[in-house]
């Protein structure tokens, strides 16, 4: 990553930036009334930024979910979740949507995942986890095109001002509401 300076988005037009945020807490109202609880919403969101190359964005889900009690080894897993046995079959089904609205560009969502997600998932969580996956792929674009600091912890550097403090969870696509 250069170390140029890049025009970040919530800065630049916060109006904007908020009302992804707005969005954000809608859906996650949406998430809470399906009963998406947080480890599976954090999994989901960390897969996708690892899916799109958002170091920000894994950082604070990594951090939510440990706050969410997900412990080292889960968070571990979800890269090759594929391989591992430490997910249920509900949360295949949506690591397995995660990447088919990740990389949707490259067929959809194919009947398969689709058909396969709506026999293990209710509808309601289907449409639930669906919201949050489209929050956070918003929310990856924003901080990659910012190139957001992701500074090595307890290093002393800070991130630069114009991306929200991961601390603070500068967003909650599909968080707490």
Same mark, same amino acid.
């Given at each position: 990553?250069?170390?140029?300076?890049?025009?970040?988005?919530?800065?630049?037009?916060?109006?904007?930036?908020?009302?992804?945020?707005?969005?954000?807490?809608?859906?996650?109202?949406?998430?809470?009334?399906?009963?998406?609880?947080?480890?599976?919403?954090?999994?989901?969101?960390?897969?996708?930024?690892?899916?799109?190359?958002?170091?920000?964005?894994?950082?604070?889900?990594?951090?939510?979910?440990?706050?969410?009690?997900?412990?080292?080894?889960? %968070? #571990?897993?979800?890269?090759?979740? *594929?391989?591992? /046995?430490?997910?249920?079959?509900? !949360?295949?089904? $949506? &690591?397995?949507?995660?990447?088919?609205?990740?990389?949707?560009?490259?067929?959809? %969502? #194919?009947?398969?995942?689709?058909? *396969?997600?709506? /026999?293990?998932?209710?509808?309601? !969580?289907?449409? $639930? &986890?669906?919201?949050?996956?489209?929050?956070?792929?918003?929310?990856?674009?924003?901080?990659?095109?910012?190139?957001?600091?992701?500074?090595?912890?307890?290093?002393?550097?800070?991130?630069?001002?114009?991306?929200?403090?991961?601390?603070?969870?500068?967003?909650?696509?599909?968080?707490?509401?």
């Amino acid at each position: 990553m250069g170390e140029e300076r890049r025009v970040h988005l919530s800065k630049s037009a916060p109006e904007a930036y908020a009302a992804l945020r707005s969005f954000s807490k809608v859906v996650g109202g949406i998430a809470a009334a399906a009963g998406i609880d947080a480890r599976l919403r954090e999994i989901v969101q960390i897969h996708a930024s690892q899916l799109n190359g958002c170091a920000y964005c894994v950082r604070v889900h990594v951090d939510g979910a440990v706050k969410a009690g997900v412990d080292a080894d889960v %968070i #571990a897993q979800i890269a090759t979740w *594929r391989e591992s /046995g430490v997910f249920d079959e509900r !949360e295949r089904a $949506a &690591l397995e949507l995660t990447e088919s609205f990740t990389f949707i560009h490259e067929e959809g %969502i #194919a009947d398969e995942v689709y058909d *396969r997600a709506g /026999g293990i998932l209710s509808q309601d !969580e289907y449409v $639930a &986890l669906s919201w949050i996956l489209v929050a956070i792929n918003a929310f990856n674009r924003v901080a990659i095109a910012g190139r957001y600091p992701v500074p090595p912890r307890g290093s002393g550097a800070t991130p630069d001002d114009g991306a929200p403090p991961p601390a603070t969870a500068g967003h909650d696509h599909g968080g707490d509401a």
